[in-house]
């Protein structure tokens, strides 16, 4: 399984972007996805996850509100809508999944990675 992410850019903070994130190789249609991110200095951190059929959603507090995940499993495809955006949501991105269908926040749940994306929100 291989994910690609991409999407990202420069962006003036309040503005927004989209990232992408498709699958390929084995068909991970049915896998829970995730975006994580990882700010310079900083740990990775979980930012959103979303459950196969799209009925389980999940946010990190720092950006309900404003990203909005879904996923389109005949592209196995998932995107990051990411609006109002701020200097601190600088940092790569990266898309994960995992085959369990459950949705979790924590990076050692998730079994295939992306190679990340960078966001750079300017003030």
């Known amino acids: 399984v291989q994910l690609q992410a991409s999407g990202g850019g420069l962006v003036q903070a309040g503005g927004s972007l989209r990232l992408s994130c498709a699958a390929s190789?084995?068909?991970?249609?049915?896998?829970?996805k995730a975006w994580f991110r990882q700010a310079p200095g900083k740990e990775r951190e979980f930012v959103s996850s979303?459950?196969?059929?799209?009925?389980?959603?999940d946010y990190a507090d720092s950006v309900k509100g404003r990203f909005t995940i879904s996923r389109d499993n005949a592209k196995n495809t998932v995107y990051l809508q990411m609006n109002s955006l701020k200097p601190d949501d600088t940092a790569v991105y990266y898309c994960?999944?995992?085959?369990?269908?459950?949705?979790?926040?924590?990076?050692?749940?998730?079994?295939?990675w992306g190679q990340g994306t960078l966001v750079t929100v300017s003030s």
């Open positions: 994960a999944a995992r085959s369990p269908r459950t949705v979790v926040r924590g990076m050692e749940d998730y079994d295939f």
């Open positions: 190789g084995r068909t991970v249609s049915s896998h829970t």
């Open positions: 979303i459950s196969w059929s799209g009925s389980r959603i």
